[in-house]
């Protein structure tokens, strides 16, 4: 099956630095790609859809400054977490998929491992 | 995109079938209902989708009534690395609920 990459695994920064995580795409095109967050014990919140060469749509309450997300090709797209602070310390996965948007239609998902992004 | 009900947990013998159910009651007639799992600390892993009839596949089968109201995933004979959190979508946008966390016991 498809399979999509993440790195880091695992990240330790300090709070104030940016933080940039890769999510990749490594033997299909991906047309769209998505970004949640998972807390301890908690479901995946979906964050963002980005689709290659376009801006990404941001869930309601999720700052767009604080989470830049690029897809600059059908590969790759990453989030960056800006002047990251404790509380954005959390599991961030990536999914992306072969098909564009289509909301009402058949879109299944590939996704990455993830990576643990931890502030101090 | 339709909202879906699930237990919270479910324990299942090793080597019997594990039964899953989800609620999706206000689905739309061209919403798929998608199955996915997630072993702790990794990305959700996709099981199953399907429109209307039953499917099946190598890891497990997909039952959805006629009215498309509920659906029920059934993994034939769980091992222990069956023990995870199933999470039951519907709709092209996969919003995920708090899923069903099955534990597999010996």
């Known amino acids: 099956g498809a399979v999509v990459s993440q790195h880091p695994s695992r990240v330790i920064c300090k709070s104030g630095t940016s933080v940039k995580i890769e999510c990749r795409s490594l033997d299909f095109q991906a047309t769209t790609m998505f970004w949640y967050r998972q807390f301890p014990k908690k479901s995946l919140m979906l964050m963002a859809t980005?689709?290659?060469?376009?801006?990404?749509?941001?869930e309601q309450g999720v700052e767009k400054d604080k989470f830049l997300i690029n897809h600059a090709s059908l590969t790759l797209s990453t989030l960056t977490v800006t002047s990251a602070h404790p509380e954005d310390s959390s599991f961030y996965i990536c999914?992306?998929?072969?098909?564009?948007?289509?909301?009402?239609?058949?879109?299944?998902?590939?996704f990455g491992p993830g990576t643990r992004l931890t502030v101090l | 995109d339709a909202k879906t009900t699930q237990p919270t947990s479910m324990d299942c013998a090793e080597g019997r079938a594990a039964n899953l159910p989800c609620n999706h009651s206000t689905i739309s007639g061209n919403e798929y209902v998608y199955w996915y799992r997630q072993i702790h600390s990794q990305g959700p892993q996709y099981i199953i989708h399907g429109l209307k009839n039953n499917e099946t596949n190598e890891m497990a089968s997909l039952i959805i009534t006629e009215d498309r109201k509920s659906s029920t995933l059934i993994l034939p004979h769980a091992t222990l690395r069956d023990t995870a959190v199933y999470y039951c979508?519907?709709?092209?946008?996969?919003?995920f609920g708090q899923g069903t966390e099955l534990s597999v016991k010996p």
């Open positions: 979508i519907v709709g092209g946008k996969l919003i």
């Open positions: 980005s689709n290659e060469g376009s801006k990404a749509t941001y």
């Open positions: 999914s992306a998929s072969l098909f564009a948007g289509g909301y009402r239609s058949y879109n299944e998902q590939f």
